[in-house]
T-cell receptor, first 115, second 111 residues
Framework: DAGVIQSPRHEVTEMGQEVTLRCKPI?????LFWYRQTMMRGLELLIY????????DSGMPEDRFSAKMPNASFSTLKIQPSEPRDSAVYFC?????????????FGPGTRLTVL | GQNIDQPTEMTATEGAIVQINCTYQ??????LFWYQQHAGEAPTFLSY????GLEEKGRFSSFLSRSKGYSYLLLKELQMKDSASYLC????????????FGAGTTVTVRA
């Protein structure tokens, strides 16, 4: 079975440009999570969806970041305009949440570099 | 809020045992997860504890004490491939699916 799929795997862009990261969760999973990982701040949750509905976006840094999940098989994380401090690895994870030992499965990540 | 602490780095010899400690102070508790992350790769699930005690899974074991806000991951018969970062993560409540991650412990296994 395919795991969580993310694209692109690497993105290099210039400050001020719009960046869109994409995620396809594991089929049948009902929850999707967007994380950001940096050396300084570790792995941080940005936002998560349950049944395509945003549940907690308290980790979204500021209005420049937005996320959507139009259907159960696709989500996007958009940064507009991008800044050098947004450089990080962005992971998408999905899970079948029942309130118990519900494992989150991570995608390979998108390494974003903003020049 | 969530506060999760674990050591930054540990070094051990191939074949040895290493214990990675994690302490947490969280608003609510509904389980503790350990993830392994090799350099340049995504985190992968290792173990889950929600009740006190030891969970054993092959060379890896995880322990939880809820009253002490404490867990450890025990890696036995260390192999070179175990060199990685190990992340402790806590789920706050049953209906809150998000995980709060510690900063991770980088384990280096030497020959």
């Amino acid at each position: 079975d395919a795991g969580v799929i993310q694209s692109p795997r690497h993105e290099v862009t210039e400050m001020g440009q719009e960046v869109t990261l994409r995620c396809k969760p594991i089929s049948g999973h009902n929850s999707l999570f967007w994380y950001r990982q940096t050396m300084m701040r570790g792995l941080e949750l940005l936002i998560y969806f349950n049944n395509n509905v945003p549940i907690d976006d308290s980790g979204m840094p500021e209005d420049r970041f937005s996320a959507k999940m139009p259907n159960a098989s696709f989500s996007t994380l958009k940064i507009q305009p991008s800044e050098p401090r947004d450089s990080a690895v962005y992971f998408c994870a999905s899970s079948l949440e029942t309130g118990g030992a519900d494992t989150q499965y991570f995608g390979p990540g998108t390494r974003l570099t903003v020049l | 809020g969530q506060n999760i602490d674990q050591p930054t780095e540990m070094t051990a010899t191939e074949g040895a045992i290493v214990q990675i400690n994690c302490t947490y102070q969280t608003s609510g508790f509904n389980g503790l997860f350990w993830y392994q992350q090799h350099a340049g790769e995504a985190p992968t699930f290792l173990s889950y504890n929600v009740l006190d005690g030891l969970e054993e899974k092959g060379r890896f074991s995880s322990f939880l004490s809820r009253s002490k806000g404490y867990s450890y991951l025990l890696l036995k018969e260390l192999q070179m491939k175990d060199s990685a970062s190990y992340l402790c993560a806590v789920r706050g409540t049953r209906n809150d699916y998000k995980l709060s991650f510690g900063a991770g412990t980088t384990v280096t296994v030497r020959a």
